[in-house]
């Protein structure tokens, strides 16, 4: 898969799978849907699902999938499985399918996925999902992990954990724009009194630390951030049987 992201989550295997499941609730907490709406089916059939993504306040991305899964593994683990198609115009995605993972492990449950797709536009559109889709993907899928973590773990709602990382990302924004232009330096100086020369001599320096803590500190723990999820497989991992039973949505 070209596609893999892994967290851990302190939290019922039974609550974790209702969470990812449950369209309703699955749609809450991923950023890469913004509908996800299940179809009628006879039982027995894998189910098939409308979603969309809006990418603009203007523009929705729409497409098909079907999916299935194995709620009981004789080694403990379930397993979820799904393909699905996009026939708009303006998708960079043409089709792709994947899975999702349930391991217990311990007081937790490892949560992990693998996926990859097909991009459409030729040449053109293989260079714009290597430069650009898919390393937001690959964020996206990862910070959404983390943000279902905290959902979890610390019962933060997926629209809080949104709210939370806009407030910090704006506040951090704010801190670069003011150590960067220098709004209100003098002011800040004059605080120093007699020091406030050697302040301005150490105000690079200050300025250089000021922008990195910005820049690169840890997330808050409230926070959902995707650099907490794992990126690469610990070792090598196949996509399950079950994904090959399904046929690509049309």
């Known amino acids: 898969m070209g596609l893999y992201i892994?967290?851990?989550?302190?939290?019922d295997l039974d609550e974790l799978w209702a969470r990812t499941q449950e369209p309703s609730r699955h749609r809450r907490w991923d950023l890469r849907f913004t509908e996800i709406d299940p179809l009628p089916r006879a039982e027995g059939e894998a189910q098939h699902f409308r979603y969309a993504t809006r990418v603009l306040p203007f523009l929705k991305i729409a497409g098909t999938g079907v999916c299935a899964g194995e709620k009981e593994r004789p080694d403990g683990t379930r397993t979820s499985a799904l393909r699905f198609s996009s026939p708009h115009?303006?998708?960079l995605i043409a089709e792709g399918g994947g899975y999702?993972?349930?391991?217990?492990?311990?007081?937790g449950v490892r949560f992990l996925t693998g996926y990859d797709y097909r991009p459409r536009w030729g040449r053109c559109g293989a260079?714009?999902?290597?430069?650009l889709l898919r390393p937001?993907?690959?964020?996206?899928?990862?910070?959404?992990?983390?943000?279902?973590r905290l959902w979890l773990e610390r019962g933060i709602t997926p629209e809080r954990a949104l709210l939370n990382w806009l407030t910090e990302l704006a506040v951090r924004a704010l801190v670069v724009i003011v150590a960067c232009t220098g709004l209100g330096l003098d002011?800040?100086?004059?605080?120093?009194?007699?020091?406030?020369?050697?302040?301005?001599?150490?105000?690079?320096?200050?300025?250089?630390?000021?922008?990195s803590l910005a820049l690169f500190a840890a997330p808050l723990p409230r926070t959902p951030a995707a650099r907490r999820c794992l990126r690469t497989p610990p070792t090598r991992v196949r996509a399950p049987r079950l994904l090959g039973t399904l046929e690509n949505p049309r």
Do not use: N, Q
């Not at 892994?6 to 939290?11: D, G, L, N, V």
């Not at 260079?127 to 430069?131: F, S, V």
């Not at 800040?188 to 000021?210: D, I, N, Q």
């Open 89 to 91: 115009p303006l998708s």
């Open 100 to 107: 999702w993972r349930y391991v217990p492990d311990g007081d």
């Open 6 to 11: 892994e967290a851990r989550i302190r939290a």
């Open 136 to 148: 937001l993907m690959g964020w996206a899928t990862a910070w959404s992990f983390d943000r279902l």
């Open 187 to 211: 002011s800040f100086l004059r605080l120093f009194g007699p020091l406030a020369a050697t302040m301005a001599y150490l105000w690079p320096l200050l300025l250089v630390v000021t922008v």
């Open 127 to 131: 260079l714009a999902d290597r430069l």
